[in-house]
């Protein structure tokens, strides 16, 4: 009975999944169709309504290599070390970007 319960309970966490995959793919469709479609800049309201779609996409621990040295030579960072002293590097710069922000607000 134990393992029935489990198996159902895990169907319907799949199924959940995939209907949730299957609306984020929907919206993502639509607003590449949006970008891609009409040529306009999109508002700030439009940025913000497609951005969660994208917010565990978008995190440090998400991203590849080849996007961990693109970013760090942005930042004008080092590209050298693995994977994770290019995120600890990016994070702190990114720290010091945004202190120096809130220090030059408050002058």
């Known amino acids: 009975l134990e393992l029935a319960k489990f198996l159902q309970e895990t169907i319907a966490e799949m199924a959940r999944r995939n209907k949730a995959k299957a ?61 994770n002293l290019l995120r600890f590097q990016l994070m702190m710069k990114l720290r010091a970007i945004k202190s120096d922000d809130e220090v030059r607000r408050c002058l």
């Open 23 to 83: 609306q984020i793919e929907e919206e993502t469709q639509r607003f590449s169709k949006y970008v891609r479609g009409t040529g306009e800049q999109p508002s700030t309201k439009e940025i913000v309504r497609f951005s969660k779609l994208f917010e565990d996409e978008l995190t440090l621990e998400h991203l590849e290599r080849p996007q961990l040295v693109a970013l760090c030579k942005l930042l004008e960072l080092q590209p050298i070390g693995t994977n």
